[in-house]
């Protein structure tokens, strides 16, 4: 349950979030997250059994946060608890745009008999892989391409199935009404998707993968024009991502207090992490070893690895059939996740009238539109809000409160101070540079 929980949209950045580390130390810094995170996710889990002093029983990490910092603790915890939520439906805002442009591509390209490889750098072979943000940086290519200029009828197509003018757009009339419901228990009996989604995109790097080889050459330092260097200074993007990536923090009491064996927790909480990242070596070294270098650079990586294949693929149209059906049934969860977090704790109910809980939704979809029209850069979005969450619950939170428990007991000793200060200097540290990345 735990790996199905964490297992979201930050899996299809991981190649892309190695390209930008070096390969060698991507797949380093991704286990080093992983066991950094586990050890913080550890702390969160042993907090409440660190108060004697009243039954924690029933609390919530919020609730602990509370007991040690006051009422800041607790209000604290719950705007970033809100960054994670809201950050988490942009980027499927984002996502769904993508898929839902795609989709739509691949039935007006099979209907009309069009070949989408041949308007953007690709290889040339059964399995074509392309490289849309080609002569663009590290930014997509967010616009759709004009294969035939005097095509009337693909010309209007383009006009009105556009993904960053048009698709956003479309999408408010399908989402807004799910998100005012009441109850969210009817999307909740979906949640299989999320396993049969990763397992599919798994089988998808595999087969991607056994046909297109590997395509792999080592320089330390030095960038060559097919291959990047196994050092990169713009590791800290892949961090980013990974603290998001491995953030389950704000909800792992609550996953945990199912286990009817509560004497294996920390078991069930290790295996869960080893998995997860297991999955993520695994899709990341794939996607990035077989990216096929040459005749294309592994700069063209992009942050949906799904972007690198065209839409005219079947096995990437059925994997982002699945995500965008994932995705719409995910998002009104978080909505209400959000809904109960914000306006529970503000007016003491989770729908005190329909007018809060629209204005609310209006301006959580509002933002999802605007990023997905003028920055839809997925890998971006994870790494700030991963950063700025994981901040207080990854790394600061779980710290201190070990930190203050163990002082109030009088077992607080020089080597655990100066190994917790500086796990929150890392994670100071990770915030701060995403800013100049």
């Not at 993007?237 to 990536?245: F, I, N, W, Y």
């Not at 080893?274 to 794939?286: R, S, W």
């Not at 990854?394 to 655990?416: A, C, G, H, N």
């Amino acid at each position: 349950m735990i790996w199905n929980t964490m297992m979201g949209t930050s899996i299809l950045s991981i190649p892309w979030g190695i390209k930008q580390a070096g390969f060698t130390t991507g797949m380093c810094v991704i286990m080093l997250m992983g066991i950094l995170t586990l050890y913080c996710c550890y702390r969160v889990v042993k907090s409440r059994s660190m108060i004697s002093s009243v039954d924690t029983s029933t609390w919530e990490y919020p609730d602990v946060c509370r007991y040690y910092f006051g009422s800041f603790g607790q209000w604290s915890s719950l705007l970033f608890s809100l960054v994670s939520l809201i950050g988490a439906m942009i980027v499927y805002w984002v996502l769904m745009s993508n898929f839902l442009f795609n989709t739509g591509r691949f039935i007006f390209n099979f209907i009309h008999h069009i070949n989408d490889t041949d308007a953007v750098l690709s290889t040339n072979d059964s399995n074509p892989v392309i490289c849309p943000s080609a002569g663009s940086g590290d930014h997509p290519n967010n616009g759709s391409m004009i294969f035939y200029a005097n095509d009337t009828g693909l010309e209007q197509f383009e006009k009105w199935w556009n993904k960053s003018k048009t698709v956003p757009f479309y999408l408010i009339g399908l989402l807004l009404p799910l998100l005012n419901f009441k109850s969210p228990s009817f999307f909740s009996k979906f949640n299989i998707l999320g396993t049969v989604s990763v397992l599919y995109l798994i089988f998808l790097v595999t087969f991607k993968a056994i046909h297109l080889g590997f395509h792999l050459e080592f320089h330390w330092f030095m960038q060559t024009e097919y291959f990047v260097p196994e050092i990169r200074f713009q590791f800290p993007q892949l961090t980013g991502v990974l603290t998001l990536a491995f953030f389950i923090h704000n909800c792992i009491i609550t996953l945990l207090k199912n286990n009817k064996n509560q004497e294996n927790n920390v078991r069930d909480l290790s295996i869960a992490y080893m998995l997860v990242t297991l999955t993520y070596l695994y899709i990341g070294v794939l996607v990035f070893a077989s990216f096929p270098s040459p005749p294309l650079t592994k700069d063209c990586i992009e942050q949906n690895f799904l972007d690198n294949f065209p839409s005219s693929d079947i096995l990437s149209f059925i994997a982002r059939i699945f995500l965008l059906f994932q995705m719409m049934t995910i998002y009104p969860l978080l909505g209400y996740l959000a809904r109960v977090q914000l306006l529970g704790h503000v007016f003491g109910d989770v729908y005190p009238s329909i007018f809060h809980v629209l204005t609310l939704n209006l301006i959580i979809v509002g933002a999802g539109v605007i990023m997905a029209c003028f920055y839809p850069n997925i890998g971006g979005i994870i790494r700030y809000s991963g950063a700025a969450c994981g901040l207080a619950f990854v790394f600061i939170y779980p710290s201190l409160i070990y930190m203050i428990s163990l002082r109030q007991e009088d077992r607080l000793t020089w080597p655990k101070l100066i190994f917790h200060i500086f796990i929150i200097i890392l994670g100071l540290a990770n915030l701060i540079v995403q800013f100049f990345m």
